[in-house]
């Protein structure tokens, strides 16, 4: 049986044994999913989480979704998720519609300024993504992709294990 010790003042909370790469992979993808947030919130008038919901949005295959799905989508608080919606409705980028089978929902979709904005947005992004990987080996990339994706595969079905 593993044991736990209570770390004393001024060390580490967490050591992780050496072979735990994935722990530390996961964590420079964080930070750098983080950075690149932050970028992008100084290189456009989008928080991160402004540009998030708007992706997603984008990226649905009719441009619509609902706050539920955004949420969970997003794994952020729902109450969030109306928040930002509400700020983005007033920008004019989004706007909630009726739905005609069930009154109590009200889907949310991009208005044709947000299409326009975010196709603007994504290829000013391609740029910056361009001169960020220009010294990466392709073949790197395509292994990081490949190792990543197993990584989140393997992730949900743990998440799924009762």
Same mark, same amino acid.
């Given at each position: 049986?593993?044991?736990?010790?209570?770390?004393?003042?001024?060390?580490?909370?967490?050591?992780?044994?050496?072979?735990?790469?994935?722990?530390?992979?996961?964590?420079?993808?964080?930070?750098?999913?983080?950075?690149?947030?932050?970028?992008?919130?100084?290189?456009?008038?989008?928080?991160?989480?402004?540009?998030?919901?708007?992706?997603?949005? @984008?990226? *649905?295959? =009719? $441009? %619509?979704?609902?706050?539920?799905? /955004?949420?969970? #989508?997003?794994?952020?608080?729902?109450? +969030?998720?109306?928040?930002?919606?509400?700020?983005?409705?007033?920008?004019?980028?989004?706007?909630?519609? @009726?739905? *005609?089978? =069930? $009154? %109590?929902?009200?889907?949310?979709? /991009?208005?044709? #300024?947000?299409?326009?904005?975010?196709? +603007?947005?994504?290829?000013?992004?391609?740029?910056?993504?361009?001169?960020?990987?220009?010294?990466?080996?392709?073949?790197?990339?395509?292994?990081?992709?490949?190792?990543?994706?197993?990584?989140?595969?393997?992730?949900?079905?743990?998440?799924?294990?009762?």
């Amino acid at each position: 049986m593993d044991t736990v010790t209570t770390p004393e003042p001024g060390d580490a909370v967490f050591t992780h044994a050496p072979d735990a790469v994935s722990v530390h992979l996961w964590r420079e993808v964080i930070l750098t999913y983080r950075q690149m947030m932050r970028s992008l919130a100084g290189a456009s008038e989008f928080t991160g989480a402004q540009f998030e919901v708007l992706r997603q949005l @984008a990226v *649905a295959a =009719d $441009g %619509r979704s609902t706050v539920s799905a /955004l949420s969970r #989508e997003l794994s952020v608080d729902p109450a +969030a998720v109306t928040r930002l919606v509400a700020r983005l409705t007033e920008l004019g980028l989004v706007e909630r519609e @009726a739905d *005609a089978r =069930d $009154g %109590r929902r009200r889907p949310v979709l /991009l208005t044709g #300024e947000g299409r326009r904005r975010m196709g +603007a947005l994504h290829a000013a992004l391609h740029k910056r993504e361009a001169v960020m990987t220009q010294n990466l080996d392709p073949q790197d990339i395509a292994a990081t992709i490949r190792v990543l994706a197993s990584m989140r595969l393997a992730a949900d079905a743990l998440s799924r294990r009762p």
